[in-house]
T-cell receptor
Framework: DTAVSQTPKYLVTQMGNDKSIKCEQN?????MYWYKQDSKKFLKIMFS???????INETVPNRFSPKSPDKAHLNLHINSLELGDSAVYFC?????????????????FGPGTRLTVL | DQQVKQNSPSLSVQEGRISILNCDYT??????FLWYKKYPAEGPTFLIS?????DKNEDGRFTVFLNKSAKHLSLHIVPSQPGDSAVYFC???????????FGQGTRLTINP
């Protein structure tokens, strides 16, 4: 019974293509995230959505567009893929424990999607 | 400009001994710190955390120490077990923000 799931697990595609990665969480959390782990192994946040509203948007090319159809899903769509987009992308979710807005909550990660752009 | 750094890419420890993983940060506004553990082909899983109002937090075999003046934290695992072999990531956040800043990870190998 996977808490945070991502599809596909592996994605190999050509430069210039458009692709999507899907993320779903069944934890009832109100916030979801996308992270990118680059070749140097750093995990860097890309986006965060709280109740379908974008709250964190790091310096990411506008070819990347997150889409949150509901609280349990946050999909990542990437247009015009480039070689440098090759990385592992992780989805995560968390829940503000007391609704205070001050968060020290744990983020739960999906298994990752390895994207290879040829 | 990497605000969280784990300067040891790998560490090898004998089973039963203590493993010490280190992490340094540069942003003095960070007030919450976490350690995540990652197995191959899986996502990171939360291990232990510490708030900046504390200097130590313990959970079973895992203890995290925070030295704010040195902007340094460490994770101690004792005794180390083979199942502890994984990549360990240090992360930090500022002001209760949801944005976690991660280090680049340390690969821990426990030898029998």
């Amino acid at each position: 019974d996977t808490a945070v799931s991502q599809t596909p697990k592996y994605l190999v595609t050509q430069m210039g293509n458009d692709k999507s990665i899907k993320c779903e969480q069944n934890l009832g959390h109100d916030t979801m995230y996308w992270y990118k782990q680059d070749s140097k192994k750093f995990l860097k946040i890309m986006f965060s959505y709280n109740n379908k509203e974008l709250i964190i948007n790091e310096t990411v090319p506008n070819r990347f567009s997150p889409k949150s159809p509901d609280k349990a899903h946050l999909n990542l769509h990437i247009n015009s893929l480039e070689l440098g987009d090759s990385a592992v992308y992780f989805c995560a979710s968390s829940q503000d424990p007391n609704g205070s807005g001050r968060r020290t909550d744990t983020q739960y990660f999906g298994p990752g999607t390895r994207l290879t752009v040829l | 400009d990497q605000q969280v750094k784990q300067n040891s890419p790998s560490l090898s420890v004998q089973e039963g001994r203590i493993s010490i993983l280190n992490c340094d940060y540069t942003n003095s506004m960070f007030d919450y710190f976490l350690w995540y553990k990652k197995y191959p082909a899986e996502g990171p899983t939360f291990l232990i955390s510490i708030s900046s109002i504390k200097d130590k937090n313990e959970d079973g075999r895992f203890t995290v120490f925070l030295n704010k003046s040195a902007k340094h934290l460490s994770l101690h695992i004792v005794p180390s077990q083979p199942g502890d072999s994984a990549v360990y990531f240090c992360a930090a956040s500022e002001g209760g923000a949801q944005k976690l800043v991660f280090g680049q990870g340390t690969r821990l190998t426990i030898n029998p």
